[in-house]
């Protein structure tokens, strides 16, 4: 707290040496003998100060019973103070930190108050039950809590019910906007507000038409404008618009040199104006507020087999055939190379429709070694669904207790089988297609994660990493990558460097001859 700032019997804020005019503050003051200025001291007052960049501590540093069935972390209160004292804010807290748990106490507090009532959480489909209901029953089991979702209905219904949380996910926005927007919702939580960084989209233009000067909104993510610079302007745009220009291109301009007609490069100070842009904002890493054990990343390279050698040559040439002197599109280099990483994983999807599965031995018996070399239980993320019904089928042949999550296991069911891994004796392994366990899932039932294949996704790869290192994680953690091709191994040392894959997938398609 600063030295000119005494809290008086946990009621009001003796300001000293300050340059601020009552009449203009909004609040109640009383001049004291001086300039001393005497301020209550409650949220009005803190929102109405912070505006004036000054600091001060919020109230619920000293009014709040912290609820739940775990306390708080010292970073974890700092979070939920500062949500407090913005009503439109970033958090920006690493993936691990709590930001969950900080947002329900923050939240929490204000409805205990009286200076909200309801809370709409717009979240991934994946987290709305495992992540956001599992977390208001531990942090905030005395509020009523409910997620709008199934028919539109049965939707309409939840958002008029008297619950004081209601978890819906982005798109269900788009069914029931009329019956959200009568909502009465004081509070808009956005989680994985990268999701709504793209001013052109329908997401982000009905988000916009939900905020008023009067709500509240806390967007949080851990990787603001992981892709671009630019991506930068559309959460501003919704936290503080007068942080950035009133035109998306103008912002582009400021922050990317332009090289051609369709690239464009970073400018030096790109990083400086993204931060003054996402403003009030947030921020601890895992290295500032936890003590977890370390984590290491090693590579196995498994030898393909004879047959899937004679594919992986014939998939290549043919490739190699096309590249001469064509144009080749994102999309084109994306399905070439999909191929390639299909054979080396074991199973392609043929023109047909048809799964035609190879010989993957060499690469099933190193996941049958790093079975029996875990202490702990293991996570198996498999980037094709065909491919983890395969696996499927031999690890319970081999009377190995798994269960497995992909696109098609609808939500419900996702919460119960995480639910399982982490609390139960079994399944002792769990195969993911990484999308579904991207965001926001704690299994640190698992200290070792193994990527049977390799995805193209930075984020996507860092987030389902981040599922085991995690607070709760009690012993050191390992990131194991089977890589059997040139392909698999250069994209590996692309995501480990931190580039996004899907960005050099054409010079990645182009090259092929010198790295598949």
């Not at 999701?195 to 008023?212: D, E, F, Q, V």
């Not at 007068?242 to 100070?269: C, D, H, I």
């Not at 003054?276 to 087999?305: S, W």
Request: glycine content about 4%; aromatic content about 8%.
């Amino acid at each position: 707290m600063p030295n000119n700032i005494r809290v008086i019997d946990n009621r009001a804020l003796l300001i000293s040496n300050h340059n601020i005019d009552p009449n203009t503050l909004g609040v109640k003051t009383k001049l004291v003998s001086g300039d001393r200025l005497l301020v209550k001291w409650d949220i009005p007052s803190t929102l109405a100060l912070s505006k004036l960049s000054i600091e001060v501590p919020s109230p619920i540093e000293q009014n709040y019973t912290w609820c739940g069935l775990h306390k708080p972390f010292a970073h974890q209160k700092i979070m939920s103070s500062f949500l407090t004292k913005h009503k439109k804010a970033f958090c920006f807290s690493e993936m691990g930190t709590g930001k969950t748990a900080s947002a329900i106490w923050a939240s929490d507090y204000l409805i205990s108050k009286g200076y909200i009532n309801r809370v709409l959480v717009i979240c991934p489909l994946s987290v709305m039950d495992s992540v956001w209901r599992g977390d208001l029953f531990k942090f905030a089991m005395h509020r009523k809590v409910d997620i709008a979702f199934g028919s539109k209905e049965k939707r309409k219904k939840i958002i008029a019910s008297k619950a004081e949380y209601v978890i819906i996910n982005y798109d269900g926005i788009d069914v029931v906007f009329d019956a959200v927007k009568n909502g009465g919702f004081d509070l808009i939580i956005i989680d994985e507000a990268n999701a709504y960084k793209n001013t052109s989209t329908k997401r982000w233009k009905l988000l916009n038409k939900l905020i008023t000067p009067t709500k509240w909104l806390w967007m949080m993510t851990g990787s603001p404008a992981a892709q671009s610079p630019v991506d930068a302007y559309g959460l501003a745009k919704l936290v503080n618009p007068n942080n950035v220009p009133r035109y998306a291109g103008t912002f582009k301009e400021g922050v990317m040199y332009r090289l051609s007609q369709f690239r464009w490069m970073p400018k030096p100070n790109a990083k400086q104006v993204v931060f003054r842009a996402l403003q009030p904002a947030i921020r601890f890493t895992k290295k500032e507020c936890l003590d977890l054990p370390e984590i290491m990343t090693v590579r196995r390279t498994i030898p393909l087999t004879r047959q899937q050698e004679k594919y992986y040559k014939i998939l290549k040439e043919n490739m190699l055939m096309r590249v001469g002197g064509e144009a080749v599109t994102a999309v084109n280099a994306a399905v070439s190379v999909n191929k390639l990483l299909q054979v080396s994983q074991g199973a392609v999807y043929t023109d047909e429709h048809n799964i035609l599965e190879f010989d993957m031995s060499n690469r099933y018996q190193a996941l049958h070694d790093i079975l029996e070399e875990s202490t702990k239980k293991v996570i198996v993320f498999v980037p094709f669904k065909h491919v983890i019904k395969i696996l499927i089928q031999k690890l319970k042949k081999d009377n190995i207790a798994v269960d497995f999550i992909d696109g098609s296991v609808p939500v419900s069911k996702r919460t119960s089988i995480f639910s399982s891994f982490q609390n139960s004796d079994t399944p002792e392994l769990l195969l993911l297609q990484p999308a579904t366990a991207a965001h926001g899932i704690t299994l640190t039932a698992a200290n070792t994660v193994v990527w049977w294949g390799v995805v193209s996704s930075l984020e996507i790869y860092s987030q389902a990493n981040a599922r085991i290192h995690r607070a709760g994680q009690d012993e050191p953690c390992t990131i194991v990558q089977l890589a059997g091709s040139r392909v698999e191994r250069n994209i590996y040392d692309m995501l480990d460097k931190r580039i996004d894959v899907h960005k050099q997938m054409i010079s990645l398609y182009e090259n092929i001859s010198e790295i598949a």
